[in-house]
């Protein structure tokens, strides 16, 4: 499985970004896709995932009602909304997946894309 994740960009506090990662490979729909960020000084740390069906996500108490993941097994895609965006949220975001269960532990993911980075200008 290859992730590529896009989406990443300069913006200002308050405003709205969505990121995207697709997927490469025949197992989409069996994954459970998450996020995670590494801000500058700062170690990796969940933002968020989805089962493989959207009918089950977890989010980090940090992004929880700003952030929305959601995916679309058709485009083999997943994305996170990340909306009234903080300068705390500058990171290099990266997609992750793994089988299994929904797990917040960047250990238990297989996969990882690239990083795309955001940052948020105050």
């Known amino acids: 499985v290859q992730l590529q994740a896009s989406g990443g960009g300069l913006v200002q506090a308050g405003d709205s970004l969505r990121l995207s990662c697709q997927a490469s490979g025949r197992t989409f729909s069996s994954l459970i896709m998450g996020w995670f960020r590494q801000g500058p000084g700062k170690e990796r740390e969940f933002v968020g995932a989805i089962s493989w069906s959207g009918g089950n996500t977890a989010y980090a108490d940090s992004v929880k009602g700003r952030f929305t993941i959601s995916r679309d097994n058709a485009k083999i895609t997943v994305y996170l909304q990340m909306n009234s965006l903080k300068p705390e949220d500058t990171a290099v975001y990266y997609c992750?997946?793994?089988?299994?269960?929904?797990?917040?532990?960047?250990?238990?993911?297989?996969?990882w894309g690239q990083g795309t980075l955001v940052t948020v200008s105050s």
């Open positions: 992750a997946a793994r089988y299994g269960v929904v797990g917040r532990g960047g250990e238990e993911y297989y996969y």
